[in-house]
């Protein structure tokens, strides 16, 4: 079994609806939680990330740590065209390290 | 800042060939990573560097694999004999800390997509 799983897809949704992408883990350890954007031809870059559990919202997207139930989410609203990409998830242990564990990637498509 | 350079950007080989990937960090960096992305693994880390020394090469999948950061400024991932099933697209990326806080942020760069025939 892997330390985080994630569902690869892909997702379609239409321009506006609300995107919920998520991943499990199993080491209770990790204390950093990230969702990375990836997309096609490009290297990952960093979207949003929270430590511990709770939400954070910047914009459009909600970061969502439920440790209890070792799950993450990232919800989109009001997706866009410009939205579709792969979404990663990563996690770390609270360490000075920086050792980061990522999922294998959603890719989502949202169509005009 | 130009972000994190590789080198080259599509690199054709046959098995057997020696393939050496490149990696500018940005500067100012401390840390610097070596992974590997494919459609069936993910993103894999191989081996990541700390003020050029390596702290963990847990990932390197065997002894073909080897990279080295002589400077601050320059790493190299180097396959030697290469395979098919080393295929992939292999990223580098770089963070910093600061007064000893390990940012989250890891910058990566656009990548080496590596064909082995």
């Known amino acids: 079994q892997k330390e985080v799983e994630q569902d690869p897809g892909p997702l379609s949704v239409p321009e506006g609806a609300i995107v919920s992408l998520n991943c499990t883990y199993s080491?209770?350890?990790?204390?950093?939680f990230m969702w990375y954007r990836q997309y096609s031809r490009k290297g990952p870059e960093l979207l949003m990330y929270?430590?511990?559990?709770g939400n954070k919202e910047d914009g459009r997207f909600t970061a969502q740590v439920d440790k209890s139930s070792k799950y993450i989410s990232l919800f989109i609203r009001d997706s866009q065209p410009s939205d579709s990409a792969t979404y990663l998830c990563?996690?770390?242990?609270?360490?000075?390290?920086?050792?980061?564990?990522f999922g294998t990637g959603t890719r989502l498509l949202v169509s005009p | 800042d130009a972000g994190v350079i590789q080198s080259p950007r599509h690199e054709v080989t046959e098995m057997g060939q020696e393939v050496t990937l490149r990696c500018k960090p940005i500067?100012?960096?401390?840390?610097l990573f070596w992974y590997r992305q494919t459609m069936m693994r993910g993103l894999e880390l191989l081996i990541y560097?700390?003020?050029?020394?390596?702290?963990?090469d847990s990932g390197m999948p065997e002894d073909r694999f080897s990279a080295k950061m002589p400077n601050a400024s320059f790493s190299t991932l180097k396959i030697q004999p290469s395979e098919p099933r080393d295929s992939a697209v292999y990223f580098c990326?770089?963070?910093?800390?600061?007064?000893?806080?390990?940012?989250?942020?890891?910058?990566f760069g656009p990548g080496t997509r590596l064909t082995v025939l």
């Open positions: 990326a770089s963070s910093f800390t600061l007064a000893g806080f390990s940012y989250n942020e890891q910058f």
């Open positions: 080491n209770s350890a990790f204390q950093y």
């Open positions: 929270t430590y511990s559990s």
């Open positions: 990563a996690m770390r242990l609270n360490t000075g390290f920086q050792k980061l564990v």
């Open positions: 500067s100012g960096h401390d840390y």
């Open positions: 560097f700390n003020n050029n020394v390596p702290i963990d």
